[in-house]
């Protein structure tokens, strides 16, 4: 458990830090994964904290948009789709949030190249031993199971705590 306590600190600094300099966030995962990244976005654009009052912070749910998300797919391939958007919308200095239970999304190891092509840094949130996206992530946290209900129920716990203690870090007294 160590370990992964050591990577979430690591990862509520960069997100920090991304948000400290005025970049934003980007979110993407397939799945319950899409579930998570449009909850976490929504986290840190609105508040996670109700008794803190803040400005938004920037973040963005790469798997929302239907009519971008269609026609990626019909037009270039399932595999660009959230590519297509981190070429369009990130910028260096960026965070881009991978969300993956398996570690192995095709779609989600050709955003990590997108956003390295950007100068945008990535937090691959994983499963099992991290798949091909561990190797592919600037950083990562890596839940150290094999059972994918376990797996997100503590993706959900680790995207409340980038939350909270992000939103901590920066507006806390």
């Known amino acids: ?31 319950g994964s899409a579930a998570d990244a449009q909850h976490w976005a929504a986290e840190w654009m609105i508040r996670l904290t109700h008794q803190l009052k803040r400005p938004a912070l920037a973040a963005i749910a790469l798997t929302t948009d239907t009519s971008t998300l269609t026609a990626g797919a019909n037009d270039l391939g399932y595999e660009k789709v959230f590519a297509r958007q ?26 990590a190249e997108a956003s390295r092509k950007k100068g945008a840094k990535t937090l691959g949130i994983l499963g099992n031993k ?20 376990r797996i997100q129920e503590m993706h959900s716990f680790i995207g409340h705590m980038l939350c909270e203690l992000s939103e901590k870090a920066l507006f806390s007294d």
């Open 86 to 111: 981190i070429e369009g919308l990130a910028q260096q200095g960026d965070l881009v949030i991978l969300i993956s239970t398996s570690g192995n999304s095709g779609n989600l190891l050709k955003a």
């Open 1 to 31: 458990m160590e370990g992964i306590v050591g990577d979430i600190e690591t990862a509520v600094v960069e997100v920090t830090d991304t948000l400290r300099r005025g970049n934003k966030i980007l979110l993407a995962g397939n799945g």
């Open 130 to 149: 991290g798949g091909k996206m561990k190797g592919e992530c600037d950083f990562h946290v890596i839940v150290p199971s094999n059972d994918t209900q």
